[in-house]
């Protein structure tokens, strides 16, 4: 089928439907009619910002005020068709409410104009007619800042796209000694937390330093001009440095092991980690990685410190917090995952598990490549 100059798109709370067909080149059009119903205006607002942004396409919007009376639905279309007066135009039925997807549906398809439909799991636009052409699989086009814009965030601004190979060294060896590391690295975590402002921690006890894991922490750090031991206090070299101590590192980890899968998973389109976004209602959050794959928002949360054993909380405000922001930021598809490196509480697991939250926790991470690939696969 040739390319069509005008898509006709039904505004939901689910934008992605509405943005892949315009970002592909093979069926990009040259202008977008967003059909709206009232409680889909600010929906129909941000939607609109990405494909003038993203697509570089034409936007207007098309009201309909009653969505869920089929008639009126019909009704308006019709008066769309009529105002376009353009042969070259196609309905992209996925979006909308049942009676608008269904009304919008029977006007293009007694008028002979093609129709489609964006298939939510293959990613695959459907001709729903005429029902004989060929589906397209559709590019995975869409950026983080774009995605979440189209949900009404904003990205304010990144970490690092990548981790010096002296870092993952590092990195390697916590995970690698694991069991060896957890109790020393739970103390590091809390004398970095105290030097969020100063970069000076508070004064390090004596049982610490006494302590062979976190003197080896120490040496490891120190050897990477991260922090030396100055007057009994961390002396971190820059809050960059604070920051990778205090946990920064697993999450630059976890970013560098995504980043080397995109070999073997080219769905993988789009990888970030610190991104902080600010949402329509001004609320600031930050997600520590967050990428794409098949045009499907996926966010980890990266945890170094421990959580308080042995309590019904000890784990809980993370993944409240995942739980929250995972929908809101990306969507009802969207995914979500914890990578704690110290070991999770029974309790944990099970809230987790009821939130829909993946865990990878403690001597797991020795399979985080695998594991990744078998969550990325599986979603």
């Given at each position: 089928?040739?390319?069509?100059?005008t898509?006709?798109?039904?505004?939901?709370?689910?934008?992605?439907?509405?943005i892949?067909?315009?970002?592909?080149?093979?069926?990009?059009?040259?202008?977008?009619?967003?059909?709206v119903?009232?409680?889909?205006?600010?929906?129909?607002?941000?939607?609109?910002?990405v494909?003038?942004?993203?697509?570089?396409?034409?936007?207007?919007?098309?009201?309909?005020?009653?969505?869920?009376?089929?008639?009126?639905?019909?009704?308006?279309?019709?008066?769309?068709?009529?105002?376009?007066?353009?042969d070259?135009?196609?309905?992209?039925a996925?979006?909308?409410?049942?009676?608008?997807?269904?009304?919008?549906?029977?006007?293009?398809?007694?008028?002979?104009?093609?129709?489609?439909?964006?298939?939510?799991?293959?990613?695959e636009?459907?001709?729903?007619?005429?029902?004989?052409?060929p589906?397209?699989?559709?590019?995975?086009?869409?950026?983080?800042?774009?995605?979440?814009?189209?949900?009404?965030?904003?990205v304010?601004?990144?970490?690092?796209?990548?981790i010096?190979?002296?870092?993952?060294?590092?990195?390697n060896?916590?995970?690698?000694?694991?069991?060896?590391?957890?109790?020393?690295?739970?103390?590091?975590?809390?004398?970095?937390?105290?030097?969020?402002?100063?970069?000076?921690s508070?004064?390090?006890?004596?049982?610490?330093?006494?302590?062979?894991?976190?003197?080896?922490?120490?040496?490891?750090l120190?050897?990477?001009?991260?922090?030396s031991?100055?007057?009994?206090?961390?002396?971190?070299?820059?809050?960059?440095?604070?920051?990778?101590?205090?946990?920064?590192?697993?999450?630059?980890?976890?970013?560098?092991?995504?980043?080397?899968?995109?070999?073997?998973?080219?769905?993988?389109?789009?990888?970030?980690?610190?991104?902080?976004?600010?949402?329509?209602?001004?609320?600031?959050?930050?997600?520590?990685?967050?990428?794409?794959?098949?045009?499907r928002?996926?966010?980890?949360?990266?945890?170094?410190?421990?959580?308080?054993?042995?309590?019904?909380?000890?784990?809980a405000?993370?993944?409240?917090k995942?739980?929250?922001?995972?929908?809101?930021?990306?969507?009802?598809?969207?995914?979500?995952?914890?990578?704690?490196?110290?070991?999770?509480?029974?309790?944990?697991?099970?809230?987790?598990?009821?939130?829909?939250?993946?865990?990878?926790?403690?001597?797991?991470?020795?399979?985080?490549?695998?594991?990744?690939?078998?969550?990325?696969n599986?979603?």
């Amino acid at each position: 089928m040739n390319k069509i100059n005008t898509h006709v798109y039904l505004v939901s709370a689910q934008a992605t439907p509405n943005i892949t067909p315009a970002l592909d080149s093979g069926t990009r059009p040259e202008s977008v009619v967003l059909v709206v119903s009232p409680d889909m205006e600010k929906q129909a607002e941000w939607l609109s910002d990405v494909l003038k942004s993203a697509a570089g396409v034409k936007v207007s919007l098309w009201p309909i005020n009653h969505p869920w009376n089929i008639s009126h639905v019909q009704d308006r279309i019709l008066d769309l068709i009529a105002e376009l007066d353009d042969d070259s135009i196609a309905l992209n039925a996925t979006g909308g409410t049942k009676p608008m997807s269904i009304g919008a549906y029977e006007v293009f398809r007694a008028d002979k104009k093609p129709i489609f439909y964006v298939h939510p799991e293959r990613d695959e636009l459907v001709w729903l007619f005429p029902s004989h052409q060929p589906s397209h699989r559709l590019a995975d086009r869409v950026k983080i800042p774009h995605f979440i814009q189209s949900y009404g965030g904003k990205v304010v601004s990144t970490g690092a796209s990548s981790i010096p190979p002296s870092y993952r060294d590092f990195a390697n060896t916590l995970i690698d000694n694991i069991e060896q590391y957890a109790r020393s690295l739970g103390t590091l975590n809390w004398y970095a937390s105290s030097a969020m402002k100063t970069l000076s921690s508070d004064i390090v006890h004596d049982s610490a330093i006494r302590n062979h894991g976190f003197r080896e922490l120490l040496g490891e750090l120190s050897d990477l001009n991260l922090v030396s031991l100055v007057n009994g206090r961390l002396k971190f070299s820059s809050e960059e440095a604070r920051f990778f101590a205090n946990g920064g590192w697993l999450e630059q980890y976890v970013l560098s092991v995504l980043n080397s899968l995109k070999k073997d998973l080219p769905s993988i389109q789009d990888t970030a980690s610190s991104v902080e976004i600010v949402r329509g209602d001004g609320v600031k959050n930050e997600l520590d990685v967050v990428f794409l794959a098949d045009n499907r928002l996926h966010i980890i949360e990266c945890k170094a410190k421990n959580f308080k054993a042995g309590t019904a909380t000890s784990g809980a405000e993370t993944l409240y917090k995942l739980d929250s922001l995972v929908e809101a930021v990306g969507g009802l598809k969207a995914e979500s995952l914890l990578v704690s490196y110290q070991p999770l509480s029974e309790y944990d697991k099970k809230r987790a598990s009821e939130m829909g939250v993946k865990i990878i926790h403690g001597s797991e991470l020795k399979q985080l490549r695998v594991k990744l690939k078998n969550w990325i696969n599986r979603a």
